[in-house]
Every structure is written in C-alpha cells, then in structure tokens.
C-alpha cells in the first residue's frame, strides 16, 4: 500500500463505497478489480466517475496488498480529507477579500507532503487558493491534510482536468502566469506579484511538462549560490510565496 493511501482514508467493499456516495462524500479515486464485469460495480463506477472520481482498474493483488478489512469485493475508494473548491469559488474568494488573486497551481505534485507543505505555505502567505490536476497528482488525503498542519481546513484546493486549459481561462480572468523554472528569464525579485497572479510549480521530478511551460507569461528563476542547483517543489513555492507577500506587503 502506498503511503497516502492509509486506513483512514480507505473505503472497503461495494456497500460502503456505495453509501459514502450516497452520503456526498468526497471520492479521490476508486480501484476497481480488472476484469469485473458485473452490473453493480458498472453501477458503482459509473457513479464514482460522475462525482469526479478518478477510476484506476487494477490486479486484485493490488486490492488484496491494499485492504485493511480483505474483504474488499473488488473495490477500494480513496476518500479526500476535505471537500474540492471551484476555481470560481478561489476568485470569488480573494475578491471577497478586495484582494488581487494570488493562486498556486500543482502541476502533477505526486508526493503528498510535498503537496501538503505546499498547502500550508500557500495558507500561511495569504493565497487564495490552491489548484491541483484531476490526475497524476496526489489528492487531498489524510497524510495531504496532516501535512498541511490544517491548513486544508482553510485554504480552498480546486481539482482541475487540463491545466493548460485553466491556465488559459485565468488569464481571461487577467491572471500573469508565473512558471517556477531553473533557467527561468526572469528573476524571483524581477517577477511583478502585485497583480493578479498565478504561480506554477512543476513536479518533483521533472518539473512543469511542457504544454504547462508554454502555458507561462513568465518563467522564474530563484537564485542559487550553492552547489545544488534547485530546491524541493514545496520549498521553491514557499520561496515564491513569501516574495509575492513582501511585494504586496
């Protein structure tokens, strides 16, 4: 079992998946056994898929590795820890605040204390929100949520299924797209954070892909004098936070 797939976030068997749908919870992604063709757990996904769960069909070794309770049925949902914001929920919330918007986008973030650090910082700096994509990223889990010391609890995360295509609509939105990059053009104390803005970071491996790149008015750079030549994902957006709060003082 993956690390942020722990027992308190885990929902085991066709009933209880089933009736934490019905009751409006929150479902990240469900794993499904391959090769079920019965109609109630068409039913099941069918339905998990329409409340913006993401369905990953897998080896039932993979359930049986997972579960807690092995007796499984088939199926094991991943619960959030807390409910999904709307981006529109994000802008109404920073103009509520007479604020010009100050966002951070996750692109493909698959480590969630990384993930969750990034949260915190972002809930510490004053954003107004957080935004992460449907897939290949970590979810607002339970070790998301310990990570983020609460700050889940404050600061609105929004599930998106394109980022280039929300990067698009925030600049509609007359959003400047920042991307987070080592060979960045311009640099951290360069970058203008006082307008609305929206700052990109890239995933921990190989940074932001390119469609998300080109998707950037800038891209920036933060100065390194030591012989490592990046930071952690969740520490480079702190470093980028924390320059938008001093500029907006």
């Given at each position: 079992m993956r690390e942020y797939e722990t027992p308190e976030n885990l929902i085991e068997g066709r009933n209880a998946v089933m009736e934490a749908l019905r009751?409006?919870?929150?479902?990240?992604?469900?794993?499904?056994?391959?090769?079920?063709?019965?109609?109630?757990?068409?039913?099941?996904?069918?339905?998990a898929r329409q409340a913006g769960a993401v369905i990953s069909e897998c080896d039932r070794r993979k359930l049986d590795a997972m579960s807690e309770t092995h007796s499984h049925q088939g199926v094991i949902a991943v619960a959030a820890a807390q409910a999904y914001a709307t981006v529109a929920d994000i802008l109404r919330a920073a103009?509520?605040?007479?604020?010009?918007?100050?966002?951070?986008?996750?692109?493909?973030?698959?480590?969630?204390?990384?993930?969750?650090?990034?949260?915190?910082s972002a809930e510490c700096a004053g954003a107004h929100g957080v935004i992460i994509p449907r897939r290949r990223s970590a979810g607002l889990t339970a070790v998301?949520?310990?990570t983020s010391a609460g700050a889940v609890s404050y600061l609105p995360v929004a599930r998106v299924a394109n980022i280039p295509a929300l990067l698009r609509d925030l600049q509609k939105e007359g959003l400047w797209i920042f991307g987070a990059a080592a060979e960045g053009d311009k640099s951290l104390h360069e970058a203008d954070f006082r307008s609305p803005a929206a700052?990109?970071?890239?995933?921990?491996?190989?940074?932001?892909?390119?469609l998300?790149?080109?998707?950037?008015?800038?891209?920036?750079?933060?100065?390194?004098?030591?012989?490592?030549?990046?930071?952690?994902?969740?520490?480079?957006?702190?470093?980028?936070?924390?320059?938008?709060?001093?500029?907006?003082?």
């Open positions: 009751a409006g919870t929150v479902i990240d992604k469900l794993y499904v056994a391959r090769g079920g063709t019965d109609r109630t757990l068409a039913r099941l996904t069918a339905q103009a509520e605040r007479e604020e010009p918007p100050l966002l951070v986008v996750c692109d493909e973030i698959s480590d969630p204390h990384n993930l969750g650090a990034i949260i915190r998301v949520a310990k700052i990109v970071i890239g995933s921990e491996g190989s940074g932001m892909s390119r998300v790149r080109e998707g950037c008015d800038f891209l920036v750079s933060i100065p390194m004098k030591g012989r490592v030549s990046s930071l952690n994902a969740s520490a480079a957006a702190a470093v980028l936070l924390y320059e938008a709060l001093r500029q907006r003082g």
